[in-house]
C-alpha cells in the first residue's frame, strides 16, 4: 500500500497550491480519503473528506470556502485545492484512506509565508 503526496511548497499569502494523493496497493474506490495536516507543536487535524464515490465531502470550519478536495478514482488520486492561503495553513499535509482500516501518506510541507 501506497500514499505519495505531492504539491507542497512555499507560497505567498492569499496564494494557492494543488496538492495531489497518488494511491496504489488497495481498491481505492472503497475508501473514504481524507487530508489531515499537522503544524509544528500542534496536533495533526482533518481538513477535509471525501466519500468513496465522491459524492460528499466535510471540511474543518478554518478551511471552508478556501479549499476544495476531490477525487478521481479512474486516477487512483485524491486532490486538495487551496486558495486564499493564509500564514495559519503553515504544516505537513497528510493523505489519509480509511474503510476503516486506515492508511497514511508520508506528508507533504506546505509554507505559506512571505
Known amino acids: 500500500v501506497q500514499l505519495v503526496e505531492s504539491g507542497g511548497g512555499l507560497v505567498q499569502p492569499g496564494g494557492s497550491l494543488r496538492l495531489s494523493c497518488a494511491a496504489s496497493g488497495f481498491t481505492f474506490n472503497n475508501y473514504a480519503m481524507s487530508w489531515y495536516r499537522q503544524a509544528p507543536g500542534k496536533e495533526r487535524e482533518l481538513v477535509a473528506s471525501i466519500t468513496p464515490a465522491g459524492g460528499s465531502t466535510t471540511y474543518a470550519d478554518s478551511v471552508k470556502g478556501r479549499f476544495t478536495i476531490s477525487r478521481d478514482n479512474a486516477k487512483n488520486t485524491v486532490y486538495l485545492q487551496m486558495n486564499s492561503l493564509k500564514r495559519e495553513d503553515t504544516a505537513v499535509y497528510y493523505c489519509?484512506?480509511?474503510?476503516?482500516?486506515?492508511?497514511w501518506g508520508q506528508g507533504t510541507q506546505v509554507t505559506v509565508s512571505s
Open positions: 489519509n484512506a480509511r474503510n476503516p482500516t486506515r492508511y
